[in-house]
């Protein structure tokens, strides 16, 4: 078994169970992609079995801190038979359900989401590419499905040296599919859709948003980066559920036509009509959202339930600053054209903006649009893509409910 031995002080970390080792603390040692090695502290203590990865800052990816643990094939399938049994523990509402979320499940770089009867699955690392026929076995085994789709085509490949590939890895089938959320439906395409298809991170802030709507009764909404339209269904659902579809406006914008117009076919999916016939006016723009929200502030058109969920602006901290900028502004936009006592969902999905400083960027844009206002609630990513008291970059998306103050 090849060895990685630690720098003097370098061991802290996986003595707290920490999964990365980054190259500036390996003293000496190496292997091939994703091999496993025994990572010891400079004194030759053993601390973790680990995934090997040459090309990538984070050089070994651990395994297992015991050192009596075999890493084979059985051991990679009692993970994911055990992360497959954890999701029994929440109450997920829904047939789209993340079942491995890297880290968090003691698989680095592995993530597999479940729609229907077809599992897609992210090799993100060198480690779980090694293992990629034995981890997919273990899945369907644990599942009991037969169906798994690739898409291990997201940048984190490229920093592991790794090319990107897309396709049947086992089983055939539609990759057009429809899943059940809450008290509604979502149609998405496997083969092109975001990540591994959807966002299903977002999935009980989307019902939280149709509550909102249900007890509020919106009569004016805004969805900004609003891909497929998640929120525009989940706020037309909690309308509904109140009797106030009548008169209701609602504009969806994104930079993607072909996302817009799943959006549009969302909502006929969902009996809802957007040409009007239930009451309703529902706008899909094909724009950039900050020229969008200029535009609205200009015409003085206003909204009191506005969400801003924009893409990753920030991958690490090294994109903090840049980022903070651009989540700063389209805050300020929005918050100027947000009704006294109106509602605004705000989102960051990047792992290099901590749920502190996205705090203050949202402070800071409320100062600078003149705006004061509520934090009502902290949203974050629905219980089936946890964060493990090990691992806390795993808290990755952050949400804030902010209701402007009534004037």
Not at 78 to 106: I, P, T, W, Y
Not at 257 to 278: I, K, V
Not at 282 to 300: K, P, S, W
Request: hydrophobic share 40%; aromatic share 8%.
């Amino acid at each position: 078994m090849k060895t990685l031995r630690l720098k003097p002080g370098k061991e802290r970390s996986l003595q707290r169970r920490h999964p990365w080792v980054f190259e500036s603390a390996i003293a000496r040692g190496g292997a091939d992609s994703g091999e496993t090695v025994r990572v010891e502290s400079h004194d030759g203590a053993f601390l973790a079995w680990a995934a090997f990865s040459p090309a990538s800052k984070i050089r070994a990816r651990a395994w297992s801190f015991t050192e009596t643990q075999r890493i084979d094939a059985a051991f990679l399938a009692s993970l994911c038979a055990r992360a497959v049994n954890a999701r029994g523990l929440f109450d997920l509402q829904s047939d789209g359900v993340r079942l491995v979320h890297g880290e968090a499940d003691g698989l680095p770089g592995l993530i597999v989401d479940r729609y229907g009867d077809t599992l897609v699955a992210q090799f993100l690392s060198a480690g779980v590419e090694r293992w990629k026929g034995a981890l997919a076995d273990a899945l369907l085994k644990a599942t009991g499905l037969s169906k798994l789709y690739e898409r291990s085509d997201a940048s984190g490949r490229e920093r592991e040296g790794l090319k990107p590939v897309t396709g049947w890895l086992r089983g055939e089938g539609p990759t057009e599919i429809v899943i059940r959320e809450h008290g509604w439906k979502l149609s998405l395409d496997i083969a092109t859709g975001h990540k591994t298809g959807f966002y299903l991170d977002q999935r009980d802030s989307r019902q939280r948003f149709a509550e909102l709507a249900q007890h509020r009764r919106f009569r004016r909404v805004l969805n900004c980066f609003c891909y497929t339209g998640g929120f525009t269904v989940a706020a037309l659902a909690g309308l509904k559920a109140a009797g106030a579809l009548e008169g209701a406006q609602l504009v969806s914008v994104d930079s993607s036509l072909p996302a817009l117009e799943r959006a549009r076919g969302h909502l006929a999916l969902n009996g809802f009509d957007a040409a009007g016939g239930q009451g309703i006016e529902a706008e899909f723009l094909d724009a950039n959202v900050n020229t969008v929200l200029r535009e609205f502030i200009d015409q003085g058109r206003t909204f009191d339930a506005i969400v801003l969920d924009p893409p990753k602006f920030a991958p690490t901290v090294a994109h903090a600053e840049r980022a903070s900028r651009a989540y700063k502004d389209i805050n300020r936009l929005a918050l100027k054209i947000l009704e006294p006592g109106g509602v605004l969902l705000t989102f960051s999905c990047s792992g290099g903006i901590s749920a502190d400083l996205f705090h203050k960027i949202v402070a800071s844009a409320g100062l600078d649009a003149g705006v004061d206002g509520y934090i009502a609630e902290r949203l974050g990513a629905a219980p089936d893509h946890p964060m493990t008291i090990e691992f806390p970059e795993g808290e990755y998306l952050k949400g804030l409910v902010v209701v402007r103050k009534p004037a």
